[in-house]
Nanobody, 122 residues
């Protein structure tokens, strides 16, 4: 089994910064893509940013230039540095990872963290 544990959420004023972390643990052979999603009240979950195992990144238009995703493969951890935060960024942020639990390609599965609340408000 694989667990993803997020940390770093909280309350921040508009224009402020926060750094989210997500550590994967358990029966991990290798991790492919890692990503951050968010879900605001009454809205669908949306992709915020993703990073491949090789470090290629992709961002949603709404956060491009303000958020930075990175990963530490040695620690099985993905980060989301959020700057110039706006009230519209308020949401529960979820970590996602595609994990192989053995060398068999059939062992691949998607895993999710429990979510961490980010609230941007004055």
């Amino acid at each position: 089994q694989v667990q993803l544990v997020e940390s770093g959420g909280g309350l921040v004023q508009p224009g402020g910064s926060l750094r989210l972390s997500c550590a994967a643990s358990g029966s991990i052979f290798s991790i492919a893509g890692m990503a951050w999603y968010r879900q605001a009240p009454g809205k669908e979950r949306e992709l915020v940013a993703r990073v491949t195992s090789g470090g290629d990144t992709k961002y949603s238009d709404s956060v491009k230039g303000r958020f930075t995703i990175s990963r530490d493969n040695a620690k099985n951890t993905v980060y989301l540095q959020m700057s110039s935060l706006k009230p519209v960024d308020t949401a529960v942020y979820y970590c996602n990872a595609g994990v192989y639990t053995s060398y068999h390609s059939s062992s691949y599965a998607d895993y999710w963290g429990q979510g961490t609340q980010v609230t941007v408000s004055s």
